[in-house]
Nanobody, 126 residues
Framework: QVQLVESGGGLVQAGESLRLSCAAS????????MGWFRQAPGKEREVVAA????????YYPDSVKGRFTISRDNTKNTVYLQMNSLKPEDTAAYYC???????????????????WGQGTQVTVSS
């Protein structure tokens, strides 16, 4: 089992930055691929970033590419999401997720993740 706890959400203005953190406990963190997802009201949950076991490979959809950066510190059992140049359309609940397996590649599908955090709200005002 892996327990995930997100932090760092809040209310910001368009153009500002936030850094989300996800602290993992339980099973060894360094054996899991990690991802960040978001879900806005009335919309489906979508991936916004994914990272492989070592941190050498990352994935971003076009909607956040160049603005969001995912990273992980396996010594601290923590994964981060740096969000710059935030837009009102980035407003959503953000979730950290972990797979139950380790891989040299990242995972982008929700079905690949079995552990989820409780979410942290990000609100971007215009």
């Amino acid at each position: 089992q892996v327990q995930l706890v997100e932090s760092g959400g809040g209310l910001v203005q368009a153009g500002e930055s936030l850094r989300l953190s996800c602290a993992a406990s339980g099973r060894t963190f360094s054996t899991n691929n990690m991802g960040w997802f978001r879900q806005a009201p009335g919309k489906e949950r979508e991936v916004v970033a994914a990272i492989n076991l070592s941190g050498s490979k990352t994935y971003y959809p076009d909607s956040v590419k160049g603005r969001f950066t995912i990273s992980r510190d396996n010594t601290k059992n923590t994964v981060y999401l740096q969000m710059n140049s935030l837009k009102p359309e980035d407003t959503a609940a953000y979730y950290c997720a972990a797979t139950s397996y380790s891989s040299s590649n990242y995972a982008t599908q929700q079905s690949q993740y079995v552990y989820w955090g409780q979410g942290t709200q990000v609100t971007v005002s215009s």
